[in-house]
């Protein structure tokens, strides 16, 4: 996914800074179990609670819904930032 598609530059900022913050607050990099991805596992528990969480957050923020393919997107943004991998930063707005 394009995160231009769906986000403005300050959108996708907000999201990213949003997520690792949020992600280095629930430690998210230390658990150390397989990624099911069963919706059971700790690490999913968390990811949905952070969507639920950043949703809102949006909302409050920007007066209007985000699409949840976007907050999919950056939640794992944030993680591979975080991870020390690089990730394609804007460089512009799109809109």
């Known amino acids: 996914?394009?995160?231009?598609?769906?986000l403005e530059v300050k959108q996708y900022e907000f999201l990213l800074q949003w997520f690792m913050r949020r992600?280095?607050?629930?430690?998210l990099a230390a658990l150390n179990e397989p990624l099911a991805?069963?919706?059971f596992s700790l690490y999913?528990?968390?990811?949905?609670?952070?969507?639920?969480e950043a949703a809102i957050a949006y909302v409050e923020r920007f007066s209007q819904p985000v699409a949840p393919i976007a907050l999919t997107n950056m939640l794992h943004l944030a993680e591979?930032?975080?991870a020390g991998r690089p990730t394609?930063?804007?460089?512009?707005n799109a809109h």
């Not at 996914?1 to 769906?6: F, L």
């Not at 992600?23 to 430690?27: A, K, P, S, V, Y």
């Not at 999913?44 to 639920?52: I, T």
Request: proline share 3%; charged share 30%; glycine share 4%.
């Open 44 to 52: 999913d528990q968390l990811c949905q609670q952070m969507l639920k």
């Open 23 to 27: 992600q280095r607050e629930l430690n």
């Open 37 to 39: 991805y069963d919706n």
């Open 88 to 92: 394609k930063r804007p460089s512009g």
């Open 1 to 6: 996914m394009d995160w231009r598609q769906w």
């Open 80 to 82: 591979l930032e975080l």
